[in-house]
């Protein structure tokens, strides 16, 4: 997965609302963080901005005079991906040499040497399949929304290309759009494939929000369930002590009608202690619910409270796009003033290079932690051998 899939959310939803107007035929102006938008007639669509103004940025907050916020958590984003979800038209863009910049990994760019040269001889093309995934994630107590989390699938080999996704979101900004209706024919069970296992990979890259979210709500549950059983066990000591007096009540009666030889007297008596046993029998009732249903663990609450506090989670396809790239081997050359060497290496454009390198001397991956340098043996890792 690209490392910045994480922190593209908002600029990717800002790039995705040009990618739909634009596909609307939509005329949008400029300024600023403000897109004047202009929709022809025959658009299909059924959001309301035809002379509307749009407002960038998570923290346009309400505006002032009629623009329309667009931001992760906006309104209009949420319709817009809604109604974008429903048409699911797939597009098409192609990365090649002339319009994609040469990419090197960190362990290249964050080594100790300088970078003399980097060439890429292209031998293919390949396809691959990009989506933008609208992923939700909601309780009762927290609501996250990580909107467009992008995948690239080459659709040969189904394999996830690392980076591809965060060229695709660069090359499609306002200023250089290359997104395209697609056009020819597409093998079907090939799209779906490569559609699983972009979903696959999403799930699990936000499998850990999603545990961390299921622990908090597990333990607001738990929480609440406690307090619950708090409350329950104050009335039932309450309920012991309301029965107790009352027993001293129906004492007390029993005596009064026992010895009073009073008529009136011990009709009110008798009137009164049937009252108070009365009572003395829904409150003992109530205490036996309580302490079976405390003893049981309070079954029902449970299932209340934990199904409140059940988690959601939806992942759907926003945008699903062919991207064309080149396919072949990048020659760099590198120095550090006291050794030289060429380095060649699989490549693709805006994929990058497609192999992970190792320490020539002890075989740990290189990394931006572990990054590049060279030796009289050869390249090795700044961590691992230097």
Not at 15 to 35: M, N, R
Not at 319 to 332: L, N, Q, R
Request: charged content about 30%.
């Amino acid at each position: 997965m690209p490392d910045g899939a994480l922190s593209i959310t908002e600029r990717a939803v800002e790039q995705f609302t040009e990618q739909y107007l634009s596909a609307l035929g939509a005329e949008i102006t400029v300024d600023g963080d403000q897109w004047d938008v202009s929709l022809p007639p025959e658009a299909d669509t059924i959001l309301d901005i035809n002379g509307a103004t749009l407002l960038l940025g998570s923290d346009s907050g309400e505006s002032e005079n009629g623009e329309i916020p667009v931001h992760p958590e906006s309104q209009f984003v949420q319709e817009m991906l809604a109604e974008a979800k429903k048409k699911q038209a797939i597009g098409f863009t192609a990365f090649t040499t002339e319009n994609t910049e040469i990419a090197l990994p960190s362990w290249i760019t964050g080594g100790e040497f300088t970078v003399e040269s980097a060439d890429f001889a292209p031998y293919y093309d390949r396809e691959a399949l990009c989506v933008l995934f609208d992923v939700g994630i909601e309780t009762v107590s927290e609501y996250q929304h990580e909107l467009l989390r992008p995948v690239a699938v080459d659709l040969r080999t189904n394999e996830i290309l690392d980076g591809l996704a965060g060229t695709y979101l660069e090359a499609t900004t306002l200023d250089n759009s290359q997104l395209q209706p697609a056009t020819g024919s597409y093998d079907a069970e090939s799209i779906d494939t490569a559609l699983a296992t972009a979903r696959e990979a999403i799930e699990q890259e936000v499998a850990p929000i999603v545990t961390e979210t299921r622990e908090k709500a597990s333990r607001a549950a738990d929480v609440e369930l406690s307090e619950y059983r708090q409350l329950q066990e104050q009335r039932i000591g309450e309920l012991a002590e309301e029965i107790s007096t009352l027993e001293e009540q129906v004492s007390r009666l029993s005596e009064t009608i026992e010895q009073t030889t009073d008529h009136e007297e011990r009709i009110e008596a008798l009137r009164e202690r049937k009252w108070v046993r009365h009572k003395r029998d829904e409150f003992e009732e109530e205490q036996a619910e309580l302490t079976t249903a405390r003893d049981e663990g309070f079954p029902e609450k449970h299932r209340e409270v934990y199904d409140r506090h059940s988690l959601s989670v939806t992942i759907e396809p926003a945008a699903v796009t062919i991207v064309s790239f080149e396919k072949g081997e990048i020659d760099i050359g590198i120095c550090d003033g006291n050794h030289s060497q060429s380095l060649r290496l699989p490549y693709g454009t805006g994929v990058g290079i497609t192999e992970k390198s190792k320490c020539e001397q002890c075989g740990d991956p290189l990394s931006a932690d572990n990054p590049g340098s060279l030796s009289k043996s050869g390249l090795i890792g700044e961590g691992c051998c230097k």
